[in-house]
């Protein structure tokens, strides 16, 4: 599995923007998908997964109410739209996907098997 990540951007705080990852081969609609970002000179760290069917997604406490992981298996793409964003969400954002389907959903950087090149999101104050 390939995946592949857009839509970063400069923005400023309170605004928007809608993060995809495009993913090739087949199996894509078996897996869980997640969203992790990282600051500069900070480790990775989970904000969103949501399961294979696109059901139960889980969220980081930071993000929680503000941003939505979403998936289109015909399109075998996952998208996060982030909104209401805070300067503090500036980083690098990495779309990664878990073979395991969603059951139990696994948010550690170890548990992902593939991962995106990453996309920049700036939110000035």
């Known amino acids: 599995v390939q995946l592949q990540a857009c839509g970063g951007g400069l923005v400023q705080a309170g605004g928007s923007l809608r993060l995809s990852c495009a993913a090739s081969?087949?199996?894509?609609?078996?897996?869980?998908m997640s969203w992790f970002r990282q600051a500069p000179g900070k480790e990775r760290k989970f904000v969103a997964v949501?399961?294979?069917?696109?059901?139960?997604?889980h969220y980081a406490d930071s993000v929680k109410g503000r941003f939505t992981i979403s998936r289109d298996n015909a399109k075998n793409t996952v998208y996060l739209q982030m909104n209401s964003l805070k300067p503090e969400d500036t980083a690098v954002y990495y779309c990664?996907?878990?073979?395991?389907?969603?059951?139990?959903?696994?948010?550690?950087?170890?548990?992902?098997?593939?991962w995106g090149q990453g996309t920049l999101v700036t939110v000035s104050s």
């Open positions: 990664a996907a878990d073979r395991n389907d969603g059951t139990p959903l696994r948010i550690g950087v170890q548990s992902q098997d593939y």
């Open positions: 081969g087949r199996t894509f609609s078996s897996y869980a």
């Open positions: 949501i399961s294979w069917s696109g059901g139960r997604p």
